[in-house]
């Protein structure tokens, strides 16, 4: 998303601290870039009454039913439906406690430089999680079928990284790191990786390990995969952490993680499998990590790394596959443009533009079409940016030409992309276009009501053509549906300021502000808005409520955040 506020960073040091803190979460899959890959199995150890539950409930013939089928009867009975298998630490984090510290936490990740602000990555993977999540629905796989505060409500984001990663955080928070969707080769590889985390999150792996006196440590996530932003930005910050009880905390945790990670395969794999994706996706793109860790000389892949990547596994996946009918899924054209814009967003320096503008000629001169329209799609990526508008059109109509040969000779069965259709509205406003740019972006927000991309197309669009009303009108119906969305208030906040309604201009940034974290300046927000709100009894009534809710938020999240590390 964009317009995201950037904050103050927790230093280097709090934030490998609270990295060792968070260390036993490991199972939730939030990788980090400097632990030792795993050898060999180890017992569960350590005074930790929930991890010897679990430890004991995974490995007891009593934690499944008794009519479950074996690895031998699997071809038999392709079909297996997990159940909830509860909570077996006992007073294990709510639902809504998920909810709350991933709410919490996300609005510490959000600020930060990596955090990727690009729509249509950000539409591409939610389209496809809620593709997914209602297929996990359908099965009735435990968990996903929630209704009110215990449903999860889930959100996919990228985080600008090169490295092969994705995790799982508290209440449904899924996050990709932009370095996997670009060593994919089929949306059906991002998904199956999608599945597996959407697995974890709905078999509660990381709310199973906490007793209620270790939730604090929730927490602490924020910090962690802060941290391992940090370092990877600087492999050096923190290496004086990386020693000694970190490693012992790692391997205390291997034998409940395997076990998790076979579970999130099983429930991934049969949400893969129904939701009409290629089941080959999951063990091509597994058999291909393994191949990389095999011939690095220094270390293997992160998502390995958080994700213990055994023979067992991949031949548990390969049993599977064999045992449902064959379907080839082509990849679809939008895929290749996602794989262009994140390259794109981990480009980082000029000097990272110019290398990857060399990529993309590359990509473009090669022989499969698929390559040629990630070449020719990330060259308008790189002419936008510079200003280049013409030199943006003639590239992205070069994509679109290739996208219609692909969708022509594939069996993808994708007409219309977002990508194409946001990017052609934004190059239209740029050379001044306003009402060519408005009608694509109704057209492609038609065809994607959940688009964000989209959406933000039209409303600039809109505000550009003067049409203030229209814009208003629609962020408000969309603020009372989607609340805790930063992205609609900041731009119902540019709205108002262009319709030179001052009172609600600052009341929109103050909920802006609220969502992002920043209290003070929210609260500052909500009493200019009151101040300028006059003689408006309603409205400065509104207002006020408003502002003791906020208070009150305040006030709780500080003492939440009494409890992390100094």
């Known amino acids: 998303m964009q317009d995201i506020k950037t904050s103050n960073k927790t230093s280097v040091f709090r934030r490998g601290l609270a990295l060792l803190l968070a260390l036993s979460l490991e199972i939730s899959g939030a990788g980090v870039t400097t632990a030792a890959p795993a050898v060999g199995d180890v017992s569960v150890e350590g005074n930790s009454a929930a991890i010897q539950n679990i430890g004991r409930a ?19 009975q392709p079909n297996i439906i997990l159940p909830d298998m509860g909570d077996p630490g006992g007073d294990a984090l709510s639902r809504i406690d998920e909810r709350k510290y991933g709410e919490l936490i996300m609005r510490e990740i959000r600020p930060d430089a990596d955090y990727s602000n690009d729509l249509p990555l950000y539409d591409y993977l939610n389209q496809m999680e809620r593709r997914l999540l209602q297929t996990a629905k359908k099965l009735q796989l435990g968990g996903a079928n929630e209704q009110g505060s215990g449903a999860y409500n889930f959100e996919v984001f990228a985080v600008k990284d090169s490295s ?14 932009t370095g996997l969707i670009v060593d994919a080769e089929t949306d059906s590889e991002v998904a199956s990786v999608m599945g597996h985390e959407t697995g974890h999150v709905l078999q509660r792996h990381l709310a199973r390990q906490m007793d209620r006196q270790a939730t604090n440590t929730m927490i602490a996530l924020a910090g962690m995969v802060l941290g391992a932003l940090a370092m990877s930005r600087n492999p050096q910050a923190a290496g004086g952490l990386m020693q000694g009880g970190q490693a012992a905390a790692i391997n205390n945790q291997l034998s409940y993680s395997r076990d998790a990670e076979r579970e999130a395969d099983r429930v991934g794999f049969q949400i893969l499998n129904a939701s009409g994706y290629d089941v080959n996706g999951a063990p091509d793109f597994f058999q291909r990590l393994q191949k990389i860790t095999g011939i690095m000389d220094k270390g293997v892949p992160t998502y390995v790394r958080s994700h213990p990547l055994t023979t067992d596994r991949i031949a548990d996946m390969q049993d599977r596959v064999r045992s449902v009918p064959q379907h080839h899924v082509p990849a679809t054209s939008e895929f290749y443009f996602i794989k262009a814009r994140a390259r794109m967003e981990q480009a980082g320096t000029s000097s990272g533009l110019y290398d990857l503008k060399n990529v993309f000629e590359s990509l473009s001169k090669q022989a499969p079409i698929g390559k040629q329209m990630e070449g020719f799609y990330g060259l308008a990526l790189i002419a936008q940016r510079q200003g280049k508008i013409d030199v943006a059109e003639s590239n992205l109509q070069q994509a679109r030409n290739l996208a219609q040969k692909y969708s022509t000779t594939s069996s993808s069965g994708q007409r219309q992309s977002l990508s194409l259709d946001v990017m052609s509205s934004e190059l239209a406003l740029a050379k001044g276009r306003n009402d060519e740019a408005l009608q694509i972006a109704q057209s492609a927000l038609k065809a994607y009501p959940q688009s964000f991309a989209a959406a933000v ?18 962020l408000k119906a969309r603020t009372k549906v989607q609340s805790n969305e930063v992205i609609w208030w900041g731009l119902l906040s540019k709205a108002y300021d262009q319709a030179n309604n001052i009172p609600m201009r600052h009341y929109a940034l103050g909920e802006k502000y609220a969502l992002e974290g920043a209290w003070p300046s929210a609260l500052e927000q909500m009493r200019i808005a009151r101040s300028a ?24 999240e500080l003492k939440e955040k009494k409890q992390l590390p100094s």
Do not use: C, V
């Not at 995974?58 to 038999?76: E, F, G, K, V, Y």
């Open 457 to 474: 197309a039209m409303i600039n669009a809109e505000l550009k053509l003067g049409r203030t009303n229209d814009a208003i009108s629609w």
């Open 164 to 177: 092969i990663n994705a995790f799982a955080l508290p209440g449904g928070f899924i996050g990709f790191h």
């Open 533 to 556: 709100a006059g003689s408006d009894f309603y409205q400065g009534s509104s207002i006020d409520a408003r502002l003791r809710e906020m208070q009150r938020q305040y006030n709780d």
């Open 58 to 76: 995974m490995q007891s013939p009593d934690a499944r039913p008794a009519n479950a089928p074996t690895r031998n009867t699997l071809q038999a």
